[in-house]
């Protein structure tokens, strides 16, 4: 979702964009994001030049490469469960050593919050604070941490670039998956966890991105976040937009244990370790805040307020899915 909105708004903005994607990758969805920008999405979508680069075909990380002054990596990776860390690993090496052979001048890599360092209860997380490395740790997070650590040396010995850590990012997107799902869920039914952790609107990482870039920042991490919040504040904002706050429900007790004992028999069929497992759903329960102290004036004046982000979001899904709404509550009220 991040990478969709930067090529917005970098074209936008008169820049020349390279986009890559992998086998499989839909990539007439960036036209659903432009859509957000401007009605003339077909042809700013017909601007990007389009590369196929897979992180195991080191050619195609060259082609994808050459000739660009700046990279932005803003994919996540994706743990599944028919890959082992190492895949991951070796494909951002190559990566990595793509941007050194074509000599790419600036490297921004979009990281998470997971990555960071742990501080006593009721003290903000900053760039600062020591991960302990005999924590225990969702699989995901050690995924993260080991890439964001390969990124961590490259800066060191010969790249240029940051690191930015973002909190939850909200924003128009597919609202199938990543965050934006929770617009979707939230417009029909959504369980909630205790858990508090940082969010930040997607225009605003956005923001925090290209300011980067143009002051040509390199050897330093900033934590992208608006405001600290609870899983619950949020779905409970988005919830009242859509008229839908009665729904919520606390997802503790029975459907906690329901989950983790779903995962636990698909992890004994398969013979792997589950994907989200106990340490996952114990850190969603946790209480975490995050300092964006550094990220206010070196890179953004002010961020905007999450209520604000929320409404924005919701205006554009019920201009989206109205009639798709009502079916629902016309099938509600008949069950």
């Known amino acids: 979702m991040v990478g969709a909105h930067l090529a917005c708004v970098l074209l936008k903005e008169g820049y020349t964009v390279r986009a890559t994607y992998c086998e499989g990758d839909d990539i007439n969805k960036t036209k659903h994001y432009l859509s957000f920008y401007s009605d003339d999405y077909a042809n700013i979508f017909n601007e990007i030049k389009w590369v196929e680069a897979c992180p195991c075909n080191y050619d195609s990380l060259i082609e994808a490469t050459s000739g660009v002054d700046v990279v932005y990596v803003c994919k996540y990776p994706i743990f599944s469960v028919n890959r082992k860390l190492q895949d991951y690993i070796e494909g951002l090496k190559n990566l990595l050593s793509a941007l050194r052979e074509t000599k790419v001048g600036y490297v921004y890599y979009i990281s998470s919050l997971d990555t960071l360092g742990d501080e006593p209860e009721f003290k903000e997380i900053t760039e600062q604070s020591q991960r302990n490395p005999k924590g225990n740790y969702p699989k995901i997070s050690q995924l993260n941490y080991l890439c964001e ?82 899983y619950y504040q949020v779905l409970k904002l988005i919830s009242q937009h859509f008229g839908t706050e009665s729904n919520l429900k606390y997802a503790g007790g029975f ?70 709404m009502k079916k629902f509550y016309k099938f509600a009220c008949l069950v």
């Open 255 to 324: 459907r906690m244990f329901a989950y983790k004992c779903c995962y636990i028999i698909k992890s004994l069929l398969t013979g792997r370790r589950p994907i989200l497992d106990s340490t996952y759903f114990d850190r969603i329960e946790s209480f975490k805040l995050y300092s964006n102290a550094k990220s206010l004036g070196m890179l953004i004046v002010d961020y905007e307020d999450i209520s604000d982000v929320v409404k924005k979001i919701c205006d554009i899904y019920l201009k989206e899915n109205a009639p798709k």
């Open 149 to 230: 650590m390969e990124v961590l040396r490259a800066l060191n010995e010969d790249l240029k670039g940051c690191i930015v850590n973002t909190g939850i990012v909200l924003g128009p997107g597919d609202w199938r998956y990543d965050s934006s799902r929770l617009f979707s869920l939230a417009a029909t039914y959504g369980f909630y966890t205790k858990g508090v952790t940082g969010f930040v609107g997607v225009y605003d990482v956005v923001k925090c991105l290209m300011s980067l870039s143009r002051r040509e920042i390199t050897g330093e991490r900033f934590i992208l976040v608006s405001q600290n919040m609870s």
